[in-house]
Nanobody, 120 residues
Framework: QVQLVESGGGLVQPGGSLRLSCAAS????????MYWYRQAPGKERELVAS????????NYIDSVKVRFTISRDNAKNTVYLQMNSLEPEDTAVYYC?????????????WGQGTQVTVSS
């Protein structure tokens, strides 16, 4: 059974930090590119960051590029999102996503999301 379980969300003041975790099970984690998405109220879901299967390439949207860091531990089947200098605009539900294509078949798994609220 495939599972992606996010944790680490919560309420934080502007300028604060949070570290999100996403624990994967039921598939070969090290074969998958991992993504963090977020969806703010009334807005479309947007891609925040991605990391390749070995962790060698990481990409970010411009608004988080110097504040967030995506990382992964393939031994622990976990991907992380370290979020620093949080702003109210970062308030959203954050989702973990795993994608791969193996022998021409696409695989796409999602977690249930974790709420991040940045407010004083």
């Amino acid at each position: 059974q495939v599972q992606l379980v996010e944790s680490g969300g919560g309420l934080v003041q502007p300028g604060g930090s949070l570290r999100l975790s996403c624990a994967a099970s039921g598939f070969t984690f090290s074969n998958y590119v991992m993504y963090w998405y977020r969806q703010a109220p009334g807005k479309e879901r947007e891609l925040v960051a991605s990391i390749t299967s070995t962790g060698g390439i990481r990409n970010y949207i411009d608004s988080v590029k110097v504040r967030f860091t995506i990382s992964r531990d393939n031994a622990k089947n976990t991907v992380y999102l370290q979020m620093n200098s949080l702003e109210p605009e970062d308030t959203a539900v954050y989702y973990c996503n795993a994608k791969s294509a193996i022998f021409g078949r696409a695989f796409d798994y999602w977690g249930q999301g974790t709420q991040v609220t940045v407010s004083s």
